[in-house]
């Protein structure tokens, strides 16, 4: 059984830091490019960042670039977001995502239960 | 503001039908399967629809999708209190990121 399970969430200040983890299990992690999805209280989906399935390649939203880093630990089965210079609109619940690649179809078929990000002094 | 365009709620009673419209542009929805996403009260997105009209093992066939140019359509039959959910299509853009709509909130009368 696939399973994604984010962790480090939490509360910090505006300006601070955080590492969110993403442990995946079910599958071979070391196959498939990540995602992380985020979702602000009361909105829509928005995407954050994505790795490739080794980590060489990196794409990031325009609203986090400079600022969050994407990256992948496949020895043990770990996605990981840093988070810097958080300022409250970052504020949401981070999902990470398996993404099904096919032709021109581009689909999550997995995502763990989300970790919340709260951004307040 | 979503890069994808959904309305914000469709409403039914049970036992009705209710579509969802997604619309987006050449660089999206125009060029790529689309996909849906159902999100219970309280719980993470769930994969609903895939490449337009295809449904993961376990999605009954109450749910159906469609696309025509730069736009999608998810249906809903036989509507039931269950149901109650936000719905998100998503693609991919050619700006190299995944896009997804502003979500819908159906509701059963």
């Known amino acids: 059984e696939v399973q994604l399970v984010e962790s480090g969430g939490g509360l910090v200040q505006p300006g601070g830091s955080l590492r969110l983890s993403c442990a995946a299990s079910?599958?071979?992690?070391?196959?498939?490019?990540m995602h992380w999805v985020r979702q602000a209280p009361g909105k829509g989906l928005e995407y954050v960042s994505a790795?490739?399935?080794?980590?060489?390649?990196?794409y990031y939203a325009e609203s986090v670039k400079g600022r969050f880093t994407i990256s992948r630990d496949n020895s043990k089965n770990t996605l990981y977001l840093q988070m810097g210079s958080l300022r409250a609109e970052d504020m949401a619940v981070y999902y990470c995502?398996?993404?099904?690649?096919?032709?021109?179809?581009?689909?999550?078929?997995?995502w763990g239960q989300g970790t919340l990000v709260t951004v307040s002094s | 503001q979503s890069v994808l365009t959904q309305p914000p709620s469709v409403s039914a009673a049970p036992g009705q039908k209710v579509t969802i419209s997604c619309s987006g542009s050449?660089?999206?929805?125009?060029?790529?399967?689309v996909s849906w996403y159902q999100q219970l009260p309280g719980t993470a997105p769930k994969l609903l629809i895939y490449?337009?009209?295809k449904r993961p093992s376990g999605i009954p066939d109450r749910f159906s999708g469609s696309k025509s140019g730069t736009s999608a359509t998810l249906g809903i039959t036989g509507l039931q209190t269950g149901d109650e959910a936000d719905y998100y299509c998503?693609?991919?853009?050619?700006?190299?990121?995944?896009?997804f709509g502003g979500g819908t909130k159906v509701t059963v009368l």
């Open positions: 050449s660089s999206n929805i125009g060029n790529n399967y």
């Open positions: 790795i490739n399935f080794n980590g060489g390649s990196t």
């Open positions: 490449e337009n009209n």
């Open positions: 995502a398996r993404p099904r690649i096919t032709g021109t179809g581009y689909y999550f078929d997995y």
């Open positions: 998503g693609t991919w853009d050619s700006s190299l990121s995944a896009v």
């Open positions: 079910g599958f071979t992690f070391s196959t498939y490019a």
